[in-house]
C-alpha cells in the first residue's frame, strides 16, 4: 500500500468513529519490525455502521470491512445495492436458493457465491457497474475485443 492508501485508510477510519462505527479489529498503520519501512495498515473491522455513513457509502480499497447486522435477505441485498458504487459482491451461504436471488438482485459488476470479491478468474471479464471501474472490462474476451480492431483479410494469388 502507498503512503497516500495509508492515509486515505487512517483519515477513512477516523470519519468512520466519528459517524458512530465501533472498532472491532485492526485500525492502525503498522511499524513495527518489518513493516517499518513501508506503509501496512492493519486488516480492520469495523461494527455498527450506519449505512448512510462515508465508509459505507464510499469504495474503500484498504484492508478495512463494515459489518451490518440485517433481518432478511431482502435486507442485504437493498443494502449491498443502495450505494453509488458496483465493482463486486459477494454472498457466504449454504442455501442455493439464497444465493440465486443474491446473483440476480445484485447490482454489481462481478458477483461471488462462496467466494472473495476479489481475485476472481482472470479469463472473467473485470468490470463495475454504476460509479465503479473504469471503463471496458479489464480481463477476458471483452477485454480482447476493446483492445484488438478486427480486420478480416482476403489474398488471391495468380496461378494454380
Known amino acids: 500500500m502507498s503512503a497516500a492508501g495509508t492515509r486515505l485508510n487512517e483519515a477513512g477510519l477516523a470519519r468512520a468513529l466519528a459517524q458512530g462505527a465501533r472498532l472491532v479489529a485492526g485500525g492502525a498503520r503498522r511499524t513495527d519490525g518489518r513493516f517499518g519501512h513501508g506503509w501496512f495498515f492493519e486488516p480492520t473491522v469495523l461494527a455498527d455502521v450506519d449505512p448512510r455513513s462515508d465508509i459505507a457509502q464510499q469504495e474503500v480499497f484498504g484492508p478495512i470491512v463494515s459489518v451490518f447486522k440485517v433481518t432478511d435477505l ?9 450505494v453509488e458504487y458496483g465493482l463486486s459482491a459477494s454472498i457466504c451461504t449454504r442455501d442455493l ?14 458477483v461471488g457465491v462462496n467466494a472473495p ?5 482472470v479469463r472473467a471479464p473485470l468490470h463495475g457497474l ?9 480481463q477476458g474476451d471483452d477485454a480482447l475485443a ?15
Open 97 to 110: 436458493d439464497a444465493a440465486e436471488r443474491f446473483v440476480a438482485a445484485s447490482r454489481s459488476g462481478v
Open 117 to 121: 470479491t476479489a481475485g476472481i478468474e
Open 74 to 82: 431482502e435486507e442485504a441485498i437493498r443494502l449491498a445495492n443502495d
Open 146 to 160: 476493446f483492445f484488438t480492431e478486427p480486420k478480416a483479410v482476403y489474398i488471391h494469388t495468380r496461378g494454380g
Open 130 to 138: 454504476k460509479s465503479s471501474g473504469l471503463g471496458p472490462p479489464e
